[in-house]
């Protein structure tokens, strides 16, 4: 898998822009208004609370440089500031949300993430980590089986194997639902003896892993889980990150689908 690391160059675009947008608060207020419609100035005011004279003048600024035009009444982004602001947005949320998920994303393999969904991350705004404590040892456990047993359809990474998951499939395979596999070839036996195999709607696609590309994953069509393995390799069975949020099982499911990929154009 490529390094999360890597993602810093396609940041540094962002980081330029970022030295000209935010010297202002009143500039950046007016900006990421114009990012969610045109407005003319009184509804800039009766948006923002900025008076007129500060909107003037940096409406303004914003023509001179290019940044902003006139159409009629109503002022709009240039295209290119468009993309700025929505970078700029984009790397706030992701700000925010790692502050949030911190403690699932330090000392833990977060390498597995395929590149792609790395650069969307800011979806994942309506995101809860769920922590297991000494009167749940098994809460998060607990969570993914009973999402299973709820769902229609299930896309899973699955880098280990559990009696009790197995048998959350084998039930909902029964009740003629769907569900597609990514695992290991190392836990392939133990997949075949424990799951029906022979099911039509059980596929499951095996991988020689490498050693940064383990993590879980269940995303089902109405809940997401992920899970991450911690730096001395064992996986941390104390926090998952969980949402019901249409957005993030989309990243999920999207997430699903790049790590087949990638993995399919390493054992080519």
């Given at each position: 898998m490529?390094?999360?690391?890597?993602?810093?160059?396609?940041?540094?675009?962002?980081s330029r822009d970022i030295k000209f947008l935010p010297k202002s608060l009143i500039r950046l207020t007016i900006l990421k208004?114009?990012?969610?419609?045109?407005?003319?100035?009184?509804?800039?005011n009766q948006k923002t609370n900025i008076n007129y004279s500060a909107i003037s003048n940096t409406i303004h600024m914003l023509e001179l440089s290019g940044h902003v035009y006139r159409n009629k009444n109503n002022y709009m982004l240039s295209n290119s500031m468009r993309i700025y602001v929505g970078n700029i947005l984009k790397l706030a949320e992701l700000t925010i949300l790692l502050d949030e998920i911190s403690e699932i994303t330090q000392n833990h393999i977060v390498n597995s993430l395929p590149l792609e969904s790395v650069y969307e991350l800011y979806k994942l705004n309506s995101i809860d980590l769920v922590e297991s404590d000494g009167l749940s040892v098994y809460k998060t456990y607990?969570?993914?089986e009973k999402a299973i047993m709820k769902s229609n359809h299930v896309n899973a990474i699955l880098p280990f194997s559990y009696g009790e998951i197995n048998d959350s499939f084998n039930k909902i395979l029964k009740k003629d639902k769907k569900i597609h596999?990514?695992?290991?070839?190392?836990?392939?036996?133990?997949?075949?003896?424990?799951?029906?195999?022979?099911?039509?709607?059980?596929?499951?696609?095996?991988?020689d892993f490498k050693e940064d590309d383990y993590l879980l994953l269940i995303s089902t069509d109405k809940k997401m889980m992920l899970g991450f393995f911690k730096d001395d390799g064992a996986y941390d069975q104390n926090r998952l990150l969980t949402s019901t949020d249409d957005n993030c099982i989309k990243w999920a499911n999207e997430l699903f689908e790049n790590f087949k990929k990638e993995n399919i154009k390493m054992s080519i």
């Open positions: 490529k390094k999360i690391s890597n993602t810093i160059e396609n940041y540094e675009p962002i208004k114009l990012y969610e419609s045109p407005m003319n100035m009184k509804e800039i607990d969570i993914i596999i990514i695992s290991p070839l190392e836990i392939k036996d133990i997949l075949f003896r424990s799951l029906n195999i022979s099911d039509d709607n059980l596929e499951i696609n095996f991988f």
